[in-house]
């Protein structure tokens, strides 16, 4: 897979090119598996962490893609898919649930910093 960093995600993506807008924290590519679903990784430290080493780009933690037929799953490691295999769908809730948790703490946490900045500025 290769990478391309843009502004602006294009309407229409290649298969095997992930695109990367560091501007609006975005990431997108077409399914590994081949399917043509589109796949969007919000870059966030709740949701996926991205990783530039001057030539290769890494994604973490791994792609599941639970909502689409297929449901494959895999890492994108300095620019190659490394397949995770296939989860049960009992695994697969629990991923779910963490992921949701993830991202509530992180918002709290973000409401937390931004009432303290607000406080600041009151006085």
């Known amino acids: 897979?290769?990478?391309?960093?843009?502004?602006?995600?294009?309407?229409?993506i290649e298969q095997d090119v992930l695109y990367i807008s560091i501007e609006y924290d975005i990431a997108k590519h077409k399914c590994a598996c081949g399917c043509g679903a589109n796949i969007v990784t919000s870059l966030s430290p709740s949701r996926w962490k991205l990783t530039y080493d001057g030539e290769t780009v890494s994604l973490s933690p791994s792609i599941g893609n639970?909502?689409?037929?297929?449901?494959?799953h895999y890492f994108i490691t300095n620019d190659k898919i490394?397949?995770?295999?296939s989860i049960s769908k009992t695994a697969i809730q629990e991923v779910i649930k963490n992921d949701q948790e993830s991202v509530k703490k992180h918002v709290q946490k973000s409401n937390r910093l931004i009432?303290?900045?607000?406080?600041?500025?009151?006085?």
């Open 82 to 85: 490394i397949w995770a295999g």
């Open 115 to 123: 009432d303290k900045i607000k406080r600041l500025f009151k006085h």
């Open 66 to 72: 639970w909502s689409h037929p297929c449901q494959s």
């Open 1 to 12: 897979m290769q990478h391309k960093f843009v502004e602006f995600i294009p309407t229409e």
